[in-house]
């Protein structure tokens, strides 16, 4: 199996490959199509966390064998502090899926955890002896739980750039105390797109010797979205085995959105045969998702805001790249006009066709903070469950929906 770059069918990796580049040379982000990639409901819901993890991995992986899988992923997740990994508690109307039982309280733990030996990995199906530098901006959750994930792994160092005083206080000292020989943070006077924007200039203009490469740690790297799409068929399972719904009803996840690359890992499950009706892209202030997806138009010409939940604080939401690919049949001359419009003059337009085929699969919303608060306020008063900042903003905009998706 090939991965090819969304701007250019000619620019292709192995899946080992394209999980040590992380981006490719033409800067395009790699993929395949995840309906060419089956799963079966069926046989999904027989096999517990560990087991959904191999079924997923070796599927959009098929360099990785499973039993090179096994061992990586006993490895990662045992760092948990529950055997659930990502539990789902009912909480009034809604089932919460909990991704904050990892060494870092992040949701993104669930994927860093792994990504490190999925990068180990594949350095040894492709022999290569050079040093992987990884290079990863951060909003907040992905620089800690990047740190953990590779502290003194071997042939590996981390920079991690984030935005100063665009992250929460309590990120930032995770990040700058992370203890390590291989590691490093670097504060950018800008937001998390400025970081972003620097890192994948990098990308661009370093080329790789046979003493370093470099790779990055974002979900611009298949090897950190593909993790993601697990607890989407766990949370499914959940409901299933406990019997709020059959295994043929079709579900909706509400999701904080941000670089899209969290909602895009539910779209892969719905393509590999999730029964998924609806994804709910939650935005907070920052809600350029919420403009294009009920327009057509992306525009990062807009004020940034710092919020309460800054892991959403992004203007260029790097994933819907690989949305735009996919939903238009793998266009990829299309795809490269309009991220060089996006980097020239700072928007672009999608037509009609290609945005009403995006809308049948993704809702929309967006959450002040002063929405945020209030949400936190009365799910705590009603429920007993503190929600945080980023959960509460999906948590609103499933409210938005109700009444059209229950």
């Known amino acids: 199996m090939q991965y090819n770059s969304t701007r250019n069918h000619k620019q292709t990796a192995s899946p080992a490959e394209a999980v040590l580049r992380g981006i490719a040379p033409d800067g395009g982000l790699y993929l395949c199509d995840p309906a060419a990639l089956p799963l079966d409901p069926a046989e999904m819901l027989q096999k517990d966390f560990a087991g959904m993890a191999e079924a997923v991995l070796v599927r959009l992986l098929p360099d990785y064998t499973p039993e090179m899988l096994r061992p990586m992923i006993a ?13 789902l508690v009912m909480v009034g109307d809604y089932h919460v899926l909990e991704l904050f039982h990892g060494p870092t309280c992040a949701f993104k733990d669930v994927a860093l955890s792994l990504l490190p030996y999925l990068i180990t990995g594949a350095k040894q199906l492709l022999n290569d002896k050079a040093k992987t530098v990884i290079l990863t901006a951060t909003s907040g959750d992905t620089g800690k739980a990047a740190l953990e994930g590779f502290c003194d792994v071997t042939s590996t160092s981390i920079v991690v750039f984030y935005p100063k005083d665009g992250v929460s206080k309590i990120q930032e000292r995770q990040m700058v105390t992370q203890r390590g020989k291989n590691v490093s943070v670097a504060a950018v006077r800008g937001n998390f797109d400025d970081a972003q924007t620097g890192v994948k200039h990098i990308f661009a203009e370093v080329k790789p010797t046979e003493k370093a490469e470099l790779s990055s740690a974002n979900s611009i790297n298949i090897g950190r979205l593909a993790p993601q799409i697990i607890y989407y068929w766990y949370a499914w399972a959940t409901l299933c085995r406990t019997g709020k719904i059959n295994p043929t009803e079709p579900v909706n996840f509400s999701v904080p959105t941000g670089n899209f690359g969290d909602i895009l890992a539910g779209y892969f499950a719905k393509c590999m045969g999730l029964p998924v009706d609806k994804l709910l892209c939650a935005s907070n202030a920052n809600n350029v998702l919420t403009e294009f997806l009920t327009t057509g138009r992306y ?90 900042p980023h959960t509460a903003v999906a948590w609103a905009v499933a409210e938005q929906h109700k009444a059209v998706l229950c």
């Open 75 to 87: 490895a990662a997740y045992g760092k948990f502090d529950t055997a659930d990994i990502t539990p």
């Open 299 to 388: 525009d990062r010409r807009r004020p940034f805001y710092k919020t309460s939940s800054p892991s959403m604080d992004i203007l260029v939401s790097s994933n819907l790249e690989r949305l735009l690919y996919l939903a238009s049949g793998g266009d990829a001359k299309m795809v490269a006009e309009k991220m060089q419009e996006l980097d020239g003059q700072g928007w672009y337009q999608i037509g009609d066709t290609l945005l009403k085929k995006i809308q049948k699969v993704f809702l929309c919303g967006c959450c002040d903070d002063t929405m945020t608060s209030e949400t936190i306020k009365t799910v705590w008063e009603r429920d007993k469950y503190l929600l945080d």
